[in-house]
T-cell receptor, first 110, second 112 residues
Framework: KQEVTQIPAALSVPEGENLVLNCSFTDSAIYNLQWFRQDPGKGLTSLLL?????REQTSGRLNASLDKSSGRSTLYIAASQPGDSATYLC?????????FGTGTSLTVIP | SQTIHQWPATLVQPVGSPLSLECTVE??????LYWYRQAAGRGLQLLFY??????ISSEVPQNLSASRPQDRQFILSSKKLLLSDSGFYLCAFDGGRNQPQHFGDGTRLSIL
């Protein structure tokens, strides 16, 4: 069974810093990997989807990379802002469903 | 554009009462539909998914059931709620295996 791990569980950084969130998964046979953002008490917002044949995807200040062979993905956030404070989750899709990590809670301090 | 609606946003129910949560999707046809439960510190647990009308797959044995009476409607139900059914329930959809998954705003269910 696919297991997804996100480390650290929580991260606090000053505004303006660049940061990296990590995601690892146990089975490299995936179709894609998706990064989400979740604000407290809200649903998940899709940030980036990386197909298994891709190495990275970019959207604005966000860049996600995928190394399928090593079972790892990173989400890079450039020039962090207080509005980036949220929980970030990654999920992998090996077939008919997504398997989620437990997330990294990010706090950006003004 | 594709949108997903989930209601109610919050619900307080007594133990033993029935449950019905509804989710509808707009702007797409034949979506894959999902119900998740999110417990604090435990991540998202997939409860049910559906690839078509009347086709429901269950991931875990539980006190809940799901139905898909129409292409873009997904309902989560229970005949008698348990205290352990409390949690944050999320509905989601995607357009296929290589499409992003999109979530509703969730329902916070409290059982008293």
């Amino acid at each position: 069974k696919q297991e997804v791990t996100q480390i650290p569980a929580a991260l606090s950084v000053p505004e303006g810093e660049n940061l990296v969130l990590n995601c690892s998964f146990t089975d490299s046979a995936i179709y894609n990997l998706q990064w989400f953002r979740q604000d407290p008490g809200k649903g998940l917002t899709s940030l980036l989807l990386i197909q298994s044949s891709q190495r990275e995807q970019t959207s604005g200040r966000l860049n996600a990379s995928l190394d399928k062979s090593s079972g790892r993905s990173t989400l890079y956030i450039a020039a962090s802002q207080p509005g980036d404070s949220a929980t970030y989750l990654c999920a992998v899709c090996p077939g008919n469903q997504f398997y989620f990590g437990t997330g990294t809670s990010l706090t950006v301090i003004p | 554009s594709q949108t997903i609606h989930q209601w109610p946003a919050t619900l307080v129910q007594p133990v033993g009462s029935p449950l019905s949560l509804e989710c509808t999707v707009e702007g797409t046809s034949n979506p894959n539909l999902y119900w998740y439960r999110q417990a604090a510190g435990r991540g998202l647990q997939l409860l049910f998914y559906s690839v078509g009308i009347g086709q429901i797959s269950s991931e875990v044995p539980q006190n809940l059931s799901a139905s898909r009476p129409q292409d873009r409607q997904f309902i989560l139900s229970s005949k008698k709620l348990l205290l352990s059914d409390s949690g944050f329930y999320l509905c989601a959809f995607d357009g296929g295996r290589n499409q992003p998954q999109h979530f509703g705003d969730g329902t916070r269910l409290s059982i008293l």
